[in-house]
């Protein structure tokens, strides 16, 4: 990150714990360190009713959590950032290593990470429950999601995730307010999931 970089997040950091000391809702503030998703700072809203593509800052279950803080994937605490890719109702399978919801191909998983050690694996086609969701980062070969974990429970959202000041590109040059881009396969799970029902 660049020096300026640096000042403007204190900045908008700072501005966000004053805001949030003058109006009746918390605003909260989440600073995405993973490569998963486009470094930077986010807002979080609520998500009541996530709908497909929706980026979202999710508490992963403790077995999950642990397993993640244990290979150092994650610091103990931190949420994931992650795109619904599957609401109740719709199917998600894992063929080897390729993943597909209502047939749509989202991206292939990996058999081991950066450090060569086998990842978790899940074969076969689930139906998404009512309160689970299907995650996935299609768009980001390496993201650790439901390529390798399946759906898990809803009740983990902390809410929707809105870019306020990221590096999109991966570059060091950190915007205000990126347009959220979204990769075209996912992009075509959309109309279809529309008329699927939302996690309470």
């Given at each position: 990150m660049t020096r300026f970089g640096y000042v403007m997040v204190t900045?908008?950091?700072t501005?966000?714990?004053v805001i949030a000391s003058f109006?009746?809702?918390p605003v909260k503030l989440v600073w995405n360190a993973s490569a998963s998703a486009p470094i930077g700072l986010y807002e979080i809203e609520p998500a009541h009713h996530p709908a497909v593509t929706d980026l979202l800052a999710v508490r992963p279950p403790k077995p999950l959590a642990?397993?993640?803080v244990e290979r150092g994937y994650i610091g103990q605490g931190v949420p994931l950032m992650k795109r619904v890719m599957a609401l109740p109702g719709q199917e998600v399978c894992r063929t080897g290593?390729?993943?597909s919801v209502d047939g749509v191909p989202l991206g292939d998983?990996?058999?081991r990470d950066r450090k060569g050690r086998p990842l978790p694996v899940w074969q076969g086609c689930r139906r998404i429950e009512r309160g689970d969701l299907f995650l996935m980062n299609p768009d980001v070969r390496d993201s650790l999601d439901g390529r390798y974990f399946g759906p898990i429970p809803a009740r983990g959202v902390i809410g929707r995730a809105i870019p306020l000041?990221?590096?999109e590109a991966g570059d060091g040059r950190f915007i205000w307010r990126a347009a959220v881009a979204v990769a075209t396969p996912a992009s075509s799970l959309t109309t279809a999931s529309s008329r699927r029902t939302s996690c309470p």
């Open positions: 900045y908008f950091t501005m966000g714990v109006v009746p809702v642990d397993f993640m290593l390729h993943i998983a990996l058999d000041y990221t590096d």
